[in-house]
């Protein structure tokens, strides 16, 4: 398999206080994989430091075999807007557009040609099932339906990692499981990996893989394998009950 994210000796410093310890990691092309840990463990710090946002003290990361710290800024603006993609809690979405002109949006800023765009969002929509709101404002549709719409924004410019930061955590759990279904399916379909922070167990038990942080290490990781959801949702709880910390 390919290696799309690397880190060695990773270490982010705020003030006096060391948030991430020197983090060596590999993320596969393809790969869905879950972030967890208690509150202030870093994993938001990690998510922010692989995704570029924020810089880092120590170590080094490499994108798809390239490293940050050779990127100056303006390419670090251009890396982010073509390669990666994100998925918050908050959905971020603009009122004043509907569904399908927010999912457009980041290839109408790339150029991108009308036809391209409309066969890309065909697409997404069916995937994601949300071809009969495409016409509404974000204000008439509901979370989960939010949240999708974000994913499929995020999904749109064919990124090398999709980011997503507890992309369940304002969703009711129908909303939750149906979001989680769809971005394994558009992980298993687009082949786009997937690294999602959460503090949820169930949301973790969707993923391939996860790795566990606690004061800014890595302590633990797992692979689902040929496990059950329910199966891998077990082992997940009894590792977190161990780390300590169920929200983050």
Known sequence: MTKIIETKNLSKTYGK???LKNIDMTIEQGEFTAIMGPSGSGKTT????????????????????????????KDLREFRRKRIGFIFQDYNLLDTLTVKENILLPLSLQRTAAEDMEERLEKLVEALNIESILHQYP?????GQKQRTAAARAIITNP????????TGALDSRSATQLLEHIQLLNSTFKTTVLMITHDPYAASYCQRVIFLRDGKIVNEMFRGEQTEKEFFDRILTIQSVIGGNRG
């Open 160 to 167: 090398a990692i999709v980011f997503a930061d507890e992309p």
């Open 139 to 143: 204000s008439e549709i509901s979370g």
């Open 46 to 73: 990690l998510m922010n430091t692989l995704s570029s946002i924020d810089s880092f003290n120590g170590g080094d990361v490499w994108i798809e075999g390239k490293s940050l710290l050779d990127l100056k800024k």
């Open 17 to 19: 206080t060391q948030v």
